[in-house]
């Protein structure tokens, strides 16, 4: 289970707030990538807090409704259109600098999910696996995961067919057979393999990569 290890680690470095952040939404072919930044606050962590694929969508539901009442929490979306025009890992990188700028405040120290973090000027360390072993981090995958999905199940009902509601944009086989009867839509990336082809198909131009 994921600790406050390195967060209490960097507090005493760097002498003030430690943010985790994490990023939902980069290998679905259709939606936003999503992000959120997360200061826990010790005396107030809500139990049951673990990496996001290791929770039910209900605990998710829950700990997320939990860490809003009392944790300080940001939250950074990158369009599909940043996605098509920056590419997904730098339209990642940009939804985790707004989620950090929408905290309010410069922590002392960010940690990020993964092997690289954006660039920027804060204090920040990136931790492999970080979901996983690192508190504030894992409540920031619960934060961006439920708000990602949620979003989906609204687009869902503005386009049905695709199955967002389940799959969450991902490429399931019920989705990609959707892209090639119903053709793509406004949401789905056009940068991504299948989307283009059906673009192609569909006799609509191709975004560039």
Not at 6 to 13: A, D, G, S, T, W
Not at 121 to 149: E, F, M, P, T, Y
Not at 153 to 172: F, M, Q, R, T, V
Request: with cysteine; hydrophobic share 45%.
């Amino acid at each position: 289970m994921p600790d406050l290890k390195f967060e209490r680690k960097y507090q005493r470095l760097h002498k003030g707030p430690v943010a985790g952040v994490d990023e939902a939404g980069r290998g679905p072919l259709a939606g936003p990538v999503v992000a959120a930044a997360v200061v826990l606050d010790p005396k107030c962590v809500p139990d049951g807090i673990d990496d996001s694929k290791a929770l039910t969508a209900a605990k998710r539901e829950r700990l997320c409704a939990e860490l809003l009442a009392c944790a300080q929490v940001g939250i950074g979306i990158a369009s599909v259109e940043e996605i098509d025009s920056l590419n997904i890992l730098w339209a990642s990188m940009l939804a985790m600098h707004r989620a950090v700028d929408a905290l309010g405040f410069a922590p002392a120290m960010v940690l990020v999910d993964g092997n690289r973090c954006p660039k920027w000027q804060h204090n920040s360390q990136w931790v492999i696996g970080g979901d996983a072993l690192c508190l504030s981090i894992a409540a920031a995958s619960i934060v961006a995961k439920h708000r990602r999905d949620t979003m989906m199940i609204e687009l869902d009902a503005l386009h049905p067919g695709y199955g967002w509601a389940s799959n969450k944009g991902y490429g399931a086989r019920a989705h990609q057979e959707a892209l090639r009867t119903l053709g793509p839509t406004p949401h789905h990336r056009k940068s991504f393999a299948p989307v283009a082809q059906a673009h192609f198909d569909f006799g609509a131009p191709v975004a560039a990569e």
